[in-house]
């Protein structure tokens, strides 16, 4: 009987031992996990799908959910980590979970314990590339055990794009670093900033370009990327247009990228006049999509360049012609033309062709000489803005020379974003004709201020060959009549004193 008692309790004991092994090996928190997972700040339309990357070993401790995903702390993958691991999952038969758009996050509920990489697949209609995240299911645990990572991820994503400033002009600080006045030969330093997405591994195609036009410039000297290594992109340049290709391996390398692009032009002397810009446009085309490298977007930028002309075109070739200058011809009395509102040519009398005129800038470097034409303009092109001297070098046949040294200022607003808002022409300090733009998107409407009775062509006369010269008016004509009577009239004096005095 004691040896029946014996066996028994032998029996029960081992047994007792067994289920206390079996219970030991099971976490005293496996009776539930978090189940609901939820990434926020993810475009509608996209597709969101979790992996699980780390599971429970069935003996409460975090491992890798396959053996070829590297990770030195379960518990606590590292960017990079997860950023390598995002290029092996969909090989790697993981358990896998949908997330669902919901009130503008997206949630999906967790299959079993432990931690999912969350990766984004972009819709058509996405602006954002999504690097890499996480999100856990832990077990819920009142002792302490929690020790994976939050339920919940904000997305980590960037919006790609692209910056051009205008950093000098000449060597100079611009006022304005969407646009400048210029002259041909004037040097202009241009930076781009392109905004890199920080591309995960899944990114097999990943691409991502930065090309530049010149329109009416010409490269001048190297492209310097700045924050990139010339292992990490390649070059394609002609005089007038660049493109920058960063390379797969960089885009994905999992680091901030932090690159800008500098480098100068000159204008060229065809370039546009008035209002007709020579816009240089920088466009970065990337990858949109992790599955397909159809899938690009692009992003435009630009900067505007603007020179001006003096009886020129208002908005470039072929344009309504100012008439800020007008030679003409005044008769040997000195009689006045009638002054001459903008656009009505038909009120000026004798307009005086083959008059050859040099323009100066106020620092010497600058020299422009023209002749006027048949209508008497004085076509002087690609100029900036700033102040000049006209002067008459040589006078048509049967006129004389005027040398008198006339100040001429160019003045133009740019709008904020580099447009030129209006300029006007000042003439021997009388405002001669403002012209203006206004912008509705991408239309244009140009105007001259004509219908203000301020704005007027100035008129340059020449006298005739024995006659007296005079610029903007009768000149000193009536003033040598007047000084030549008070000679005549003291010699009368002087001889009728004289017979006084006999």
């Known amino acids: 009987m004691q040896q029946t008692i014996r066996k028994s309790g032998i029996v029960l004991l081992a047994f007792l031992f067994a289920a206390l092994m079996a219970f030991s090996a099971i976490p005293v928190h496996a009776a539930s996990f978090d189940t609901t997972l939820t990434v926020q700040g993810v475009e509608a339309g996209n597709t969101v799908t979790g992996y699980q990357i780390v599971k429970d070993d ?23 980590e997860l950023n390598k691991i995002a ?27 432990g931690s ?16 890499p995240m996480l999100v856990s299911a832990d077990y819920n645990g009142d002792n302490g055990t929690e020790t994976l990572g939050k339920t919940t991820a904000d997305a980590k994503k960037t919006q790609p794009g692209v910056d051009k400033v205008i950093t000098k002009k000449n060597g100079e600080d611009p006022a304005n670093n969407k646009g400048v006045t210029l002259a041909p030969e004037d040097k202009v330093t241009f930076k781009i900033t392109p905004t890199i997405p920080n591309y995960g591994t899944e990114y097999t195609n990943a691409t991502y ?79 949109n999509n992790p599955n397909t490298s159809d899938n690009t977007k692009t992003v435009e930028k630009h900067t505007h360049q603007y020179t001006f002309d003096i009886d020129g075109d208002i908005n470039g070739e072929n344009s309504e012609q100012t008439k800020d200058i ?20 038909t009120t000026v009398k004798n307009p005086l062709q083959g008059a050859e005129f040099t323009l100066t800038s106020q620092d010497g470097k600058v020299t422009k000489t023209v002749t006027t034409d048949a209508n008497g303009l004085m076509k002087i092109t690609g100029l900036d803005a700033g102040e000049y001297t006209l002067k008459e070098t040589k006078a048509p046949a049967g006129y004389k020379l005027d040398t008198t040294a006339v100040p001429v200022k160019i003045e133009a607003t740019l709008n904020t974003d580099g447009t030129l808002a209006s300029y006007k022409i000042t003439i021997n300090g009388t405002n001669t004709n403002t012209y203006t733009a206004t912008y509705n998107g991408d239309t244009k409407t140009v105007a001259a201020a004509n ?52």
């Open 209 to 287: 370009t930065v090309a530049d036009t010149l329109t009416n410039m010409t490269l001048s000297g190297d492209i310097t990327v700045n924050g990139a290594t010339t292992d990490d992109y390649t070059i394609e340049k002609t005089d007038k247009s660049f493109t920058v290709t960063f390379k797969k391996d960089f885009l994905t390398n999992g680091n901030a990228k932090n690159v800008t692009i500098t480098y100068a032009a000159t204008l060229d002397s065809s370039a546009a006049r008035g209002f007709a810009d020579n816009p240089n446009d920088v466009k970065v085309t990337y990858s």
């Open 58 to 80: 069935g003996s409460g401790n975090w491992v890798v959910a396959n053996s070829k995903i590297s990770i030195n702390n379960p518990e606590k993958p590292t960017a990079a």
């Open 451 to 502: 219908a203000n009775a301020d704005n007027k062509t100035s008129l340059f006369n020449d006298a005739k060959s024995g006659g007296l010269p005079s610029t903007g008016g009768a000149g000193i004509f009536f003033y040598l009549i007047a000084g030549g009577a008070l000679v005549a009239l003291a010699v009368v004096l002087y001889t009728k004193n004289r017979k006084n005095q006999a």
């Open 116 to 131: 999912y990489l969350v990766l984004v697949t972009n819709g058509p209609n996405a602006n954002y590339v999504y690097s």
């Open 87 to 113: 290029g092996q999952v969909k090989g790697l038969n993981l358990q896998t979970v949908d997330f669902k758009e919901s009130n503008g996050d997206y949630t999906a509920t967790a299959p079993a314990a």
């Open 326 to 345: 007008v030679k003409v011809g005044v008769d040997q009395k000195g009689d006045l033309i009638t002054a001459t509102k903008y656009g009505e040519m």
